[in-house]
């Protein structure tokens, strides 16, 4: 019994180290998060507030998708809300979960046509490219962050030409250091238990070795006589529960009350062996 | 029945599974729970101190533009090209020219000096209100050697950079320190306060002693300057002339005189705590002649051409447009208000 035991132990240690090294590998966190929005009807600009770029941290890429080439512009963060007081535009201004973009339209009842958005002489530094137009993070941040001089975090304008959404879709991707905390412990518990276990079964294993050199010499005949007159009715009746190869324990418990004599022994020498039967019924294992 | 096992060895048992249970069930609750959600929205570092509102980087371009516009309107002739850069008292003068060119050729002279493409210095402004202003110093497009001050403002957000007018810097009159453009300075009212004059008053005050001379300066605050100096000696020159052979205005008077343009007006601080200003002066030279005189000019010229005859019996105007520059010291220095800049551009001729 302790050896199932054990041995069960053993099993269930091994299982942990299993799960632990699922957990580094199979199931896994991902090692980027990549914040997604979609613009229906964005207007002819889109803002992406300042800090949003750094909510999962200072490297990473922005990639934007439009209709058409589409120009990166940053200036004073006030002088892109002056220039776009009249105009319905949409601010991109945070981040809810990993997945996705929260927005917010701003001037819903505001033009939705700039002319020549690109040419004002508000702007510091205006990137036209082909969409998708990508930024990269720790650049960016790396212009505002002159040491001695530290620039505020800076809002980023997105136009097309004026009249088509200033953005199509914007996702942000972020790089992940992340691992499941619990592997080293599934690591370290299922190594523990599982030596618990082998030492267990080792123990197990050598105390019932021990346990059957003790037992008197009569008690073999004993068994053959007890097994032999009840063999025929086991097998008559038990036969059809015995299973061919497995051990003998799994039908013992069966067996037992059935023909084996468990409370008489068979005469012996008293003044050589003393009885030891409180452990007779478990040392049948 | 079988024996019980001894208690030690149950609760051993026990023990050892309760403890080998409670460690997987640590485990699996831990891989259970959730990444943890993003953080709000980092605000970053705030500005120490004000920084301009326009960067030397966006105030370049806006100068090299204006310089095109004008050097592409003075070759076709068209203040339409002058758009939308150039505009104001800058594009009304300019328009002038061209049409006096029209009837004589010779005045495109006037044209060679306008301002150069890359600015010498620039003034920029740490306010981020409109209409925000700023000025530059900008060399000569042309021979003369000598820079011009440039005004620039800009109206509101939605509108560009433009200029209204531009002032040759004057010869030989000390310069006052400006502030870095990369630290900019404070915009200035025509109102402003801390001064030894508002810029309003020193502007009159100049108008005024360009039209009647010193005497009107009874504090002395004026102090000399190329343009005035030139602008008299003219007037003197022009009396002498007309009266040439008779006593002394007989023949005819003459008197100029300056008022102060409304609406153009740009001013920044200097280093010392007083201002730069620019504004335009629009003047009348106007010749009285007196009864029965008769002024009459042998040669044509560009002001007899305009006005369309060469004899005149009554009187004989000539406008002009100046632009002006001034340096006006704080209010507890000791220093005069300087002029450090003019241009004057001929506007128009007329007489009878």
């Not at chain 2, 309107?73 to 300019?94: I, N, T, W, Y």
């Not at chain 2, 042309?142 to 200029?163: E, H, K, M, R």
């Not at chain 2, 008769?294 to 447009?321: C, H, M, P, Q, W």
Request: proline share 9%; glycine share 8%; charged share 20%.
């Amino acid at each position: 019994m302790q050896k199932i035991l054990a041995a069960a132990l053993v099993v269930l240690g091994l299982a942990g180290l299993v799960l632990g090294r699922l957990g580094e590998t199979t199931w896994a966190p991902s090692t980027e998060h990549t914040a997604v929005v979609d613009l229906a009807d964005a207007g002819p600009a889109v803002v992406i507030d300042p800090g949003v770029l750094y909510v999962g941290g200072e490297e990473g890429t922005v990639e934007i998708t439009a209709a058409s080439d589409v120009s990166v512009i940053t200036a004073a963060n006030d002088d892109i809300a002056a220039y776009l007081a009249q105009t319905r535009y949409t601010r991109v201004t945070g981040v809810p979960s990993w997945e996705t973009l929260s927005t917010e339209v701003v001037n819903p009842e505001g033009g939705t046509t700039l002319s020549d958005p690109a040419g004002s002489d508000l702007w510091r530094q205006v990137e036209t490219s082909p969409s998708p137009a990508s930024i990269d993070i720790a650049a960016f941040r790396q212009e505002e962050a002159a040491p001695g001089s530290e620039q505020p975090y800076r809002a980023i304008l997105l136009v097309t030409d004026g009249t088509a959404p200033g953005a199509q879709s914007i996702s942000i991707t972020w790089p992940v250091e992340a691992s499941n905390a619990w592997v080293p412990y599934a690591y370290a518990g299922g190594a523990t238990v599982a030596v618990i276990g082998l030492i267990w079964f080792v123990l197990a294993f050598r105390s019932s070795g021990r346990r059957d050199e003790d037992l008197p010499p009569a008690r073999p005949e004993a068994a053959v006589a007890a097994a032999g007159p009840t063999a025929a009715p086991s097998t008559t009746t038990a036969a059809p529960t015995l299973v061919p190869g497995r051990d003998a324990p799994v039908s013992a418990p069966d067996a037992a009350p059935a023909g084996e004599p468990t409370d008489t022994l068979p005469p012996v020498p008293a003044s050589d062996e003393p009885h030891r039967p409180t452990h007779r019924g478990e040392e049948r294992s | 029945m079988s024996p019980r096992p001894a208690p030690r060895a149950v609760l051993a048992r026990r023990s050892l599974f309760a403890g080998a249970g409670a460690l997987l069930t640590g485990t699996v609750l831990a891989a259970c729970s959730e990444v943890a959600p993003p953080p709000a929205v980092p605000t970053g570092p705030s500005l120490a101190s004000p920084t301009p509102a326009a960067s030397t980087e966006q105030l370049a371009p806006v100068v090299a533009e204006i310089s095109a516009a004008v050097t592409a309107a003075d070759a076709a002739k068209d203040a339409g090209l002058l758009a939308p850069r150039v505009v104001g008292s800058a594009v009304e003068f300019r328009t002038r020219t061209y049409e006096i060119i029209a009837s004589f050729a010779d005045w495109a002279e006037q044209l060679a000096s306008y301002p150069g493409e890359e600015p010498i210095v620039l003034l920029t402004s740490t306010a981020t209100e409109f209409p925000r202003t700023a000025m530059a110093l900008v060399p000569d497009a042309g021979p003369s050697g000598i820079p011009f001050f440039l005004a620039l403002q800009q109206a509101d957000a939605q509108s560009p950079y433009t200029t209204w007018g531009w002032a040759q810097q004057a010869v030989d009159v000390e310069m006052p320190k400006v502030p870095a453009d990369s630290v900019g300075s404070e915009p200035v009212a025509p109102d402003a306060e801390g001064l030894k004059l508002t810029p309003a008053e020193a502007l009159s005050l100049y108008a005024g002693v360009l039209s009647s001379g010193d005497g009107v300066d009874a504090e002395d605050v004026l102090a000399e300057n190329p343009f005035q100096t030139q602008a008299h000696e003219q007037i003197q020159a022009e009396r002498t002339d007309l009266n040439k052979d008779v006593e002394r205005d007989q023949a005819a008077t003459i008197h100029e005189k300056y008022t102060v343009k409304e609406g153009d007006f740009a001013g920044l601080r200097t280093d010392d705590g007083g201002a730069v200003v620019m504004a335009t002066l629009l003047s009348t030279r106007t010749v009285s002649v007196k009864e029965g005189a008769t002024i009459s000019y042998a040669e044509d010229n560009v002001f007899t051409t305009l006005a369309g005859r060469t004899e005149f019996t009554k009187s004989y105007v000539r406008e002009y447009g100046s632009v002006v520059a001034l340096y006006i010291p704080p209010a507890d220095s000791d220093q005069q208000i300087q002029p450090i800049g003019a241009s004057r551009v001929l506007l128009g001729a007329s007489g009878s």
